[in-house]
């Protein structure tokens, strides 16, 4: 099976940087897409940010030119830089990542890392 830990996060003061990783782990798949989700408290999960296996990405109006997405293939991680952090960028992130063996494609979760911006 696939894990995907996240790593990056903590608290820090609105206008300041953050890098968060995800790592997959495991064999059997090949990683395709990836993407970032957040879920602020009593909200539902939304997608921040996607790249797709060919580096194409894609970025919610309200991070985007703030948070940019990339990945390093060959050890399938995927990372998310944020600039210019806002208090209304509080949430828990979560990497999600598109596996694909014997012709099946799974979805994986992480079990997400805090963000917390101070005002």
């Known amino acids: 099976q696939v894990q995907l830990v996240e790593s990056g996060g903590g608290l820090v003061q609105s206008g300041g940087s953050l890098r968060l990783s995800c790592a997959a782990s495991g064999s059997g798949f090949r990683i395709n897409a990836m993407a970032w989700y957040r879920q602020a408290p009593g909200k539902q999960r939304e997608l921040v940010a996607t790249?797709?296996?060919?580096?194409?990405?894609n970025y919610a109006g309200s991070v985007k030119g703030r948070f940019s997405i990339s990945r390093d293939s060959a050890k399938n991680t995927v990372y998310l830089q944020m600039n210019s952090l806002k208090v209304e960028d509080t949430a828990a992130y979560y990497c999600n990542a598109d596996g694909l063996r014997l012709s099946t494609l799974y979805r994986f979760w992480g079990q997400g890392t805090q963000v917390t911006v101070s005002s």
């Open positions: 790249i797709t296996s060919g580096g194409d990405t």
